[in-house]
């Protein structure tokens, strides 16, 4: 029996390292990150594979309040409220995904920060599962301006490895992220879901339409999004 359990632990030796090193990388970079400019898993992979990486570091103080309520308002409603993971949205894809309905994500912004600092993008149940703890641990370490910082700095937002707000305003409107009014708050905020393939620069119908609904809500209740401002107030 001894000998048996040694060429168990034998076995599981390499897995359980493994393991054991995806849980310590998170819970010691994510305090670093407090002061840190990170850089995402997807940057990584385009570093290694000698692709372009285009990313300029903001202060989330010179980045446009528009945007920041536009994509509140756009990607996670109750961002300013939950703890990382919005339970109820969370609730009801495991109610869909069991009863074989289409599930649509239920990503928080920062269930999205944990998956590109520490995770992979190719979605399957496993990575999601791992989202949910490392999006708790995120909120408990950091402010949620600095995981807004963070997240405004780390999106992808171009098909030519452009990472971050800076360079996504640069490339679809010349423009610095602090000059954005709404129209293009809007249209940057709606092209995260698909930044490969959206365009800001050249919307199509749809998109026009889609961000003319974002800018009317983030608008009417910008107050949801306060808490990424100074003071708890955004200048919308």
Known sequence: MARRKKTILRYL????????LLIAIPLILTPVYLVV?????PMVERYLT????VRTWRDIEDISDRLKA???????GQFCRHWGVDLGALRAEVENLLAGEPVRGASTLTMQVARNLFLWNDPDPIRK?????LAFYIDLIM??????EIYLNIAEWGPAGEFGVAAGAERAFGTAPQNLDWRTASLLAVT??????????????????VAGIVAERAQTYGERA?????GGRLDL
């Open 143 to 148: 402010p949620k301006k600095r995981i807004m």
């Open 70 to 76: 536009a994509i509140i308002l756009s990607e996670d």
């Open 13 to 20: 030796r390499i897995p359980l390292a493994i393991g054991g």
């Open 50 to 53: 000698g692709r372009t990486v």
């Open 129 to 133: 599962a791992l989202e949910v703890p």
């Open 192 to 209: 995260l879901p698909n930044p490969l393939v959206r365009n800001p620069a050249r919307p199509n119908a749809g998109l026009l339409r």
């Open 37 to 41: 400019s990170p850089i995402s898993v």
């Open 226 to 230: 306060g808490c990424v401002g100074p």
